[in-house]
Every structure is written in structure tokens, then in C-alpha cells.
């Protein structure tokens, strides 16, 4: 029976026709690492082939030919990858974990729980937990203080704010006066008795004919 041939879900394959290479990642933190590359002695033996029968044709042609099916097949299996992808994991299985709780491979540097066995998805570290839940009714509190602040005791919301000054259109936070060139932002009121405008910030009634505004 031949031998199985251990493998992960979260490896990519970035062989090459002349070559072996996987990278493998933690399915938490994303970051990994990557096998050495190992180079395809007999496929370098078939390039010489290839450019031989580049060379001559005939009976070193059809051979070529051969090669890139070789080529082919060698894109999906053959017992070279096997030995490169066992080889591999070898390599990089110490850098991983893989948690029983989840199922999910994890890099040791970054993401185990020693202390538990698990990954910190699983068994997050107490020191780690208890930050971010500080630090979230923390974030908390902020927002319901903000919120039962009165933010609007200056302002006057009876003025139509405008945000660019209509006299020399620069750009405007608010206020009576452009900080550029001191024209007034209050916008004009038409008086729908008299049909006079006014411009006066906080301006109720019409001047002229003393209709409310």
C-alpha cells in the first residue's frame, strides 16, 4: 500500500514547472510561511530533452512532445509533488497548531493559547480579554456621555448655516462673518408681505412692513 500523503486545508500551491513550493498561512491572523524551494531534478533533465528535440525533430521531437504531457499531468499530481508536499509539511508543521476546539490551523508565535491548548479564538488570553472589554466599556461610556452632553447651547439654529462664503466662496465652519474677507453668511429672507429681503442674522419680523419672517 503506498504511503499516505498528509496534507492541510490551509496551504496554496505555488510550484512551477521546474520546481516545488507551498505556502502555508494561519487561518486566524492570516500571516505564514513558506517551504524552501526545492528544484525538479528530472525536470531539468527533460528541458535538455526539449531543446534537443527542438534541435533535430523526428524521433527526439515526439520525445519532446512526451515531456510537455509529462508537463500536464504534472500540474495536478505525480510522485515527486507527493514527496515535495510531505517534505513541506514537515517543514512548516512546527510553526502550526491545530486547535481541537475549532479545527482551525493556527500559527504557534501568534495565536495559541499554551497555557489552555487552545488556539485564542477559542481560549482568548485573560490579560488580552480583559483589555479589549476595558477598553470597549470604555468606548461605551464616551458615547453615552457625548450624547447627554448639550452640544447645541451656543449654537443659533434659527440661521441657516451656510459652509461657503457667498461673497468670496471660501470654505466656512459657521459663524455670523467669513474668517476670509469678513461678508456676511447669514442668508437673505424674502418677506412674503412686502416681498423686501432682509440678511440680518436673527431677524423674526420683515423691517418694512413688520410681517413675521
Known sequence: MPDLVPFTDNYRDLSNSEGYQ?????ERCGNGYRSAYVRDKVEMGRGLLRSVGSLFGGAAENLSRS???????????????DRALTDAVAEVSPQFRQCRGCGQWM???MCW???????????????????RAQASAQREQIWDKARNTDWTENLDLGTRT???????????????????CGGQLA???????????????GAVFCSDCGKQL
Open 113 to 131: 493559547n499554551d497555557d489552555i491548548g487552545q488556539c485564542l479564538s477559542c481560549s482568548p488570553a485573560v490579560a488580552e480579554e480583559m483589555s
Open 187 to 201: 442668508i437673505e429672507v424674502r418677506c412674503g408681505g412686502c416681498g423686501s429681503t432682509t440678511n440680518r442674522p
Open 22 to 26: 507551498f505556502e502555508f498561512h494561519c
Open 107 to 109: 500559527c504557534a508565535a
Open 162 to 180: 451656510k459652509v461657503e462664503c457667498p461673497s468670496c466662496k471660501a470654505k466656512v465652519d459657521g459663524g455670523k462673518f467669513c474668517s476670509s
Open 67 to 81: 515531456v510537455e504531457q509529462w508537463r500536464y499531468d504534472r500540474a495536478t499530481n505525480s510522485p515527486a509533488k
